[in-house]
Nanobody
Framework: QVQLVESGGGLVQAGDSLRLSCTAS????????MGWFRQAPGKERAVVAA????????YYADSVKGRFTISRDNAKNTVYLQMNSLRPDDTAVYYC?????????????WGQGTQVTVSS
């Protein structure tokens, strides 16, 4: 069974930065499309960023373009989400996801989620 463990969430002020990490077990991330989703209270879970298994093609939701960057370190089997210029509307639980069709497919595997709270 694939295991995805996220870390790096927290409480920050608007304009600050955070880096989320997702380390995979029983999955080689270089063979899987990986992504970050988020879910705010009362809203549906939605994709924030994704990185295709082959090459370096990436996808970003319009709301985070130019502020967030997804990357992966295959040697560490870890995916990152660098979040800059954070805004209060970025507040959500962020989930790492694996094994889905780039970029709009439904993931087969999810992490437990990490809370990101941005205060104004």
């Amino acid at each position: 069974q694939v295991q995805l463990v996220e870390s790096g969430g927290g409480l920050v002020q608007a304009g600050d930065s955070l880096r989320l990490s997702c380390t995979a077990s029983r999955l080689t991330i270089s063979t899987s499309t990986m992504g970050w989703f988020r879910q705010a209270p009362g809203k549906e879970r939605a994709v924030v960023a994704a990185i295709r298994w082959a090459g370096v093609r990436t996808y970003y939701a319009d709301s985070v373009k130019g502020r967030f960057t997804i990357s992966r370190d295959n040697a560490k089997n870890t995916v990152y989400l660098q979040m800059n210029s954070l805004r209060p509307d970025d507040t959500a639980v962020y989930y790492c996801a694996a094994n889905f069709e780039f970029w709009s497919g439904k993931p087969s595997d999810w992490g437990q989620g990490t809370q990101v709270t941005v205060s104004s």
